[in-house]
């Protein structure tokens, strides 16, 4: 069983960055797809940025492409996004996800995070 938790939101103004953190507890979360998510109040939930078992794979929405990176650390028991550039559009709970293989941004993901809030302020 994967545990995951998510930190690093907070409510920044447009422009500013922000590093969200997935710390993964449980056995070989390091053989696990990431992805983090995101659901604005009133809107469906959104893929925004994947990573593949080695990190070699890598997806990101059109709408946060050249703004956002995923990574995850050399342990891989921790997967990050940095959040450049944030405009009051990527304000939302933002989860991570796993999943025992990389697939579209449709299918569904195994285990969850409880999120953590970003809001991006004028």
């Known amino acids: 069983q994967v545990q995951l938790v998510e930190s690093g939101g907070g409510l920044v103004q447009a422009g500013a960055s922000l590093r969200l953190s997935c710390a993964a507890s449980?056995?070989?979360?390091?053989?696990?797809?990431v992805g983090w998510f995101r659901q604005a109040p009133g809107k469906e939930r959104e893929l925004v940025a994947a990573?593949?078992?080695?990190?070699?794979?890598?997806y990101y929405a059109d709408s946060v492409k050249g703004r956002f990176t995923i990574s995850r650390d050399k342990a891989k028991t921790t997967v990050y996004l940095q959040m450049n550039s944030l405009k009051p559009e990527d304000t939302a709970v933002y989860y991570c996800?796993?999943?025992?293989?990389?697939?579209?941004?449709?299918?569904?993901?195994?285990?969850w995070g409880q999120g953590t809030q970003v809001t991006v302020s004028e």
């Open positions: 449980g056995p070989s979360f390091s053989s696990y797809a």
């Open positions: 996800a796993a999943r025992a293989s990389l697939a579209g941004p449709r299918e569904p993901y195994d285990y």
């Open positions: 990573t593949s078992r080695s990190g070699a794979i890598i």
